[in-house]
């Protein structure tokens, strides 16, 4: 753990060297996040419910989707490193050292956009009417859900292991992912929402922890972490699993 931290903080530093480029990918980062705030507010006030979600729902949804993809980015950024690093045989690096091999790999890149991410879900919280209360399940939320997108996306770039180069598939697949918990899950019905827990873990990722912090259970809670544990232990097993059939590319040679 101490090895990743010290990791991360490297990482971090090289994301924001550049102090100009970070401040500009934040405005905008920050503008675009805004745009989809307003759309959703327009929605809403045509449609009052969409299921059985109001507006506040819909803004907790956001801060804690935003806060955990921005989390995610930051500290395991390197999961867009995944796919390349195993198809080019950039995978020797993090083999020859002690350390897990998996963990070096995420955390050896920090992207600064997250941290755009992460302040827009600062603000959706200001803008939202949160009880005191609700704030340590949003926390948690947002925790869960940097882990499970980082567990999506490291399963997905795995793949490569198998499949060969699909490191653009993999990556459509993580923007999808993203993309749909952006839409309450209660919208969908039949197969569709079926797949929306399992295939596309958006309504993990974004309705569980709306719920939690709606209804303060401790059922839901127990389900959002033991998903998200689930989704952990996956993503290891697939990406050492797949470790096995890896070509090592010489770059030492």
Not at 33 to 49: G, K
Request: net charge positive; hydrophobic share 50%.
């Amino acid at each position: 753990m101490r090895f990743f931290l010290c990791l991360l903080k490297t990482s971090i530093r090289n994301s924001l060297s550049l102090k100009w480029a970070f401040f500009i990918e934040l405005i905008l980062n920050i503008g675009n996040n805004a745009i989809f705030f307003f759309m959703w507010w327009i929605f809403f006030q045509r449609f009052p419910l969409v299921g059985s979600w109001n507006f506040q729902d819909l803004l907790i949804m956001m801060a804690i989707v935003r806060g955990g993809y921005g989390l995610s980015r930051i500290c395991f950024g390197g999961t867009k490193l995944l796919a390349d690093a195993i198809i080019t045989g950039g995978l020797d690096r993090y083999m020859t050292q002690p350390k897990s091999p998996l963990f070096h790999l995420l955390g050896s890149k920090s992207q600064s956009k997250g941290w755009s991410h992460l302040l827009s879900s600062i603000l959706l919280c200001a803008f939202a009417e949160i009880h005191p209360l609700q704030l340590p399940l949003i926390l948690l939320g947002i925790v869960c859900t940097s882990l499970i997108f980082t567990a999506t996306s490291t399963i997905a770039h795995s793949l490569c292991f198998w499949f060969g180069n699909i490191g653009e598939v993999s990556k459509r697949y993580v923007d999808s992912v993203f993309l749909f918990v952006h839409y309450p899950v209660n919208i969908y019905s039949g197969l569709m929402q079926v797949c929306m827990f399992t295939i596309l873990p958006a309504g993990v990722i974004g309705y569980l922890p709306v719920q939690l912090v709606k209804t303060y259970s401790w059922t839901l809670g127990f389900c959002l972490l033991g998903a998200s544990a689930l989704f952990v232990s996956i993503s290891f097993f697939v990406f050492y699993r797949g470790l096995r059939r890896y070509t090592s590319g010489n770059l030492f040679i």
